[in-house]
């Protein structure tokens, strides 16, 4: 049989969106940064000019899951970056917000099957989000890489599930397919 995995060589140009919500931008910038240094260093171009990521800006969290989801559904994406901290306040208001961001973002992943990495921030103080989004380590970097290796591991996945339906000549079945790839042929 076979084992699939993600490679961070990609020689084909992967497409990524990136999904920022601004509250408490004080730590949702640099996880950007850890994010975009991260993309640079394995051969994507992070420039907003360029053609392999776009950026989206929302409030908040909250509002993460929705653009996450609209942007999997135009399959334009290898895969999508949402980034986000949720901060434990004196209200239970940290609770409703985190629990809906991340079932939102785990179903629009789902309902899609385009990878949407969970890169939200969940602490309990602005002090451990800082130490998350640099001062200790930078997880900005780590949600790109696993973009970058979801985002391989699911180009390697297409093509070896459609490859029986083109030995027979068949076509594939609509969930295989992906319509950015076949734009191009
Ligand atoms: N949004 C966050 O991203 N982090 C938080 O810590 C937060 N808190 O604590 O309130 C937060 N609230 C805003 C929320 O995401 C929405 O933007 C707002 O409720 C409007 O829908």
Request: charged letters at 15%; aromatic letters at 8%.
């Amino acid at each position: 049989m076979a084992v699939f995995e993600g490679t961070f060589t990609q020689t084909e140009p992967l497409k990524f969106a990136l999904v920022i919500g601004r509250f408490n931008d004080l730590v949702t910038v640099k996880l950007l940064e850890g994010c975009q240094d991260c993309l640079k260093r394995h051969g994507i171009n992070p420039d907003p000019q360029g053609n392999q990521v776009d950026y989206i800006w929302v409030p908040g969290s909250f509002e993460v899951p929705t653009v996450a989801r609209q942007l999997a559904l135009s399959h334009r994406y290898d895969a999508i970056i949402c980034l986000g901290a949720v901060i434990k306040g004196q209200t239970p208001h940290f609770d409703y917000v985190s629990a809906e961001v991340a079932k939102g973002i785990a179903a629009a992943s789902f309902q899609t099957g385009v990878p949407v990495i969970f890169g939200i921030l969940t602490t309990d103080t602005m002090q451990q989000a800082l130490e998350r989004a640099g001062i200790k380590s930078n997880h900005g970097w780590d949600y790109a890489m696993n973009a970058i290796e979801m985002a391989s591991l699911m180009r390697q996945l297409r093509s070896n599930l459609a490859e029986p339906y083109a030995r027979h000549g068949q076509s594939l079945p609509a969930s295989l397919q992906n319509p950015m790839e076949s734009e191009v042929v």
